[in-house]
């Protein structure tokens, strides 16, 4: 068994000591690799990297900042463990939480074990009160009951973290698209530290991502196969409505009233002219997902494990 911890890095030059000698005690019994992703520091990073690297060190240097999920991407992609871990490298996770997550991992015959925060060392107003509210909105309207979506450390089997489908800024639904694979996912408390050194690179700013990233990952998990289904009732509702006001005010066009400038006219056409867009925003959609599958000989389900009577082999898909 091997373990990839992926950890993405910008501007953490006074961080880099203490976190490798945190991973070499920690990991000390197992055999392993660090994948450290330079997300376009502008400090001493990368050349502390350099210094102090040793045989279990990767190090992936960005040409410019992309952001932490395609540094994450980029450090699932180059892993070659069973498992990968991910965790930030401000020194806030700590690395000797991740033997107790590999063990119940595999005691438990889980596919990802996220960490929670138990005593969390943040500030109260601009980082514990945003935080948990976004917490409570992700589990209430994706269903994928994780408590502590902003924790960064993570345990995943390969096949799923490297099917996550990372894009954009959705790093921070991990757990949400792992369920959409259909892993089986668990929670355990994880230390939590004070950041030392270096500063956050997280704010309110945020906020706004986090809803319109939310919104994305509702439409993944109910229509990524069948956006006509969420297109075509509204599209049809509207298309129907729009018909009905404009026939209601046909008929009042033939029994002599003027009916040009009236809102419930513009209303009608503004119904007609959305429903159209929509039902045909629908179809092209259709259209796109089944280019996606078809065209890249990929399968809209995936197989957890496949059982015969009397076989000696059961196969577990990747």
């Known amino acids: 068994m091997q ?15 203490p976190l490798l000698q945190r991973i070499s005690t920690a990991l000390s019994n197992y055999t392993y690799e660090v ?37 994450m991407k980029a450090g699932i992609d180059y892993a070659k463990g069973d498992y990968i871990i991910t965790l930030d490298g401000d020194l806030q996770n700590d690395p000797s939480d991740i033997p107790m997550m590999v063990q119940k991992l595999e005691s438990e015959d889980l596919d990802m074990v996220a960490g929670r925060r138990a005593n969390r060392q943040d500030g109260m ?19 994928v ?6 924790c960064s450390l993570k345990v995943m089997r390969k096949e799923i973290a490297k099917n996550l489908g990372l894009y954009g800024q959705l790093h921070r639904y991990v757990p949400v698209l792992a369920n959409l694979q259909g892993a089986r996912i668990a929670e355990v408390d994880v230390q939590h530290h004070a950041r030392i050194h270096g500063t956050s690179k997280y704010g309110l700013g945020r906020t706004f991502k986090v809803i319109s990233d939310l919104l994305l990952m ?25 018909t009905g006001i404009l026939g209601y005010m046909l008929l009042l066009k ?23 867009q929509l039902l ?8 796109m997902m089944r280019t996606y599958y078809e065209s890249q000989d990929k399968s809209p389900y995936r197989i957890r494990s496949v059982y015969q009577k009397n076989s000696p082999h059961q196969t577990t898909t990747l």
């Open 3 to 17: 373990l990839s911890l992926v950890i993405t890095l910008l501007n953490e030059q006074d961080n880099i000591a």
């Open 35 to 71: 994948i450290l992703v330079d997300d376009g520091s502008t400090d001493q990073t990368v050349q502390r990297i350099k210094t102090l690297a040793d045989e279990h060190i990767v190090l992936l240097i960005f040409r410019r900042n992309y952001g932490q999920t395609a540094a």
């Open 125 to 143: 107003v601009l980082r514990k009160i945003p935080s948990k509210i976004a917490n409570a909105l992700i589990r209430r309207m994706t269903g």
């Open 145 to 150: 009951y994780v408590h502590d979506y902003g």
């Open 218 to 242: 509702l439409f993944f998990q109910q229509y990524q196969q069948r956006p006509m289904h969420l297109f075509g009732p509204i599209g049809i509702f509207s298309f129907l409505g729009g």
């Open 254 to 276: 033939l029994l002599g009233n003027d009916i040009w400038g009236r809102p419930l006219l513009l209303l009608g056409m503004i119904l007609l002219i959305a429903g159209i």
């Open 280 to 287: 045909t925003f629908g179809i092209m959609a259709e259209i």
